[in-house]
């Protein structure tokens, strides 16, 4: 699982865990400082293989996912799909959402109460999925109230492999650190401004 700040810039390539709750609940120092100093953190084996699995099956299967989605298209013309709600319901979605092990992650990272502000499923097919632009997950929601970005991380999950061949996403480390950057259109998504980019893909690693 991979815990990340609203401010890092953050974009996703094109396509070419049995834990216990007290994992995520006494997270080391060195996790959290690593978080604050990269805006981002791994939690290894949050969840098992298996559970991860029941959740690759309800994104395949459930037709709120599949009723729900939405085309996105990137600057090239190519297209990916997701599907969003804000109502952590009583299913598998809803499991994993509310789960301890995600809120005692959180929650340890940037303190209590932690709500749920939505899920969302990032859908890539095979071969023709396209890029999701550069982006601060903050640009979204600045633009629904959301105004204190220390306030808000983003909690992901991969249920399948997490390369650059199947379109992995990708992290500037540290770029949090700029503060909120203008967002414009790129296709159909909201993408960073590319002189922007430019200067923080210089100064931060990817």
């Known amino acids: 699982m991979k815990l990340a700040a609203a401010l890092l810039l953050c974009a996703a390539l094109a396509r070419a865990t049995d834990a216990t709750d007290e994992c995520a609940s006494s997270l080391a120092i060195?996790?959290?400082?690593?978080?604050?100093?990269?805006?981002?953190?791994?939690?290894?084996?949050?969840?098992?293989?298996?559970?991860?699995?029941?959740?690759?099956?309800?994104?395949?299967t459930d037709p709120l996912v599949a009723s729900n989605d939405m085309p996105m298209v990137d600057s090239a013309g190519a297209r990916s799909k997701l599907t969003l709600w804000n109502q952590a319901g009583n299913d598998t979605f809803g499991y994993f959402a509310r789960g301890r092990r995600w809120v005692n992650a959180a929650r340890r990272l940037i303190g209590s109460p932690i709500y749920?502000?939505?899920?969302?499923?990032?859908?890539?097919?095979?071969?023709?999925?396209?890029?999701?632009?550069?982006?601060?997950?903050f640009g979204y929601w600045y633009q629904v109230g959301c105004l204190e970005p220390d306030k808000m991380l983003s909690a992901i999950l991969a249920v399948d492999n997490h390369t650059i061949e199947n379109g992995c996403m990708q992290l500037l480390s540290g770029s949090h650190r700029v503060g909120r950057l203008a967002h414009g259109v790129s296709g159909e998504q909201a993408g960073v401004d590319q002189e922007a980019l430019g200067r923080a893909v210089k100064r931060f690693p990817l």
């Open 30 to 60: 060195e996790d959290v400082e690593r978080y604050k100093r990269d805006g981002y953190v791994i939690i290894r084996n949050l969840f098992s293989a298996a559970e991860a699995d029941v959740l690759r099956r309800a994104i395949e």
């Open 116 to 137: 749920h502000f939505h899920t969302k499923v990032m859908l890539k097919e095979p071969r023709v999925g396209g890029t999701w632009e550069w982006h601060q997950d």
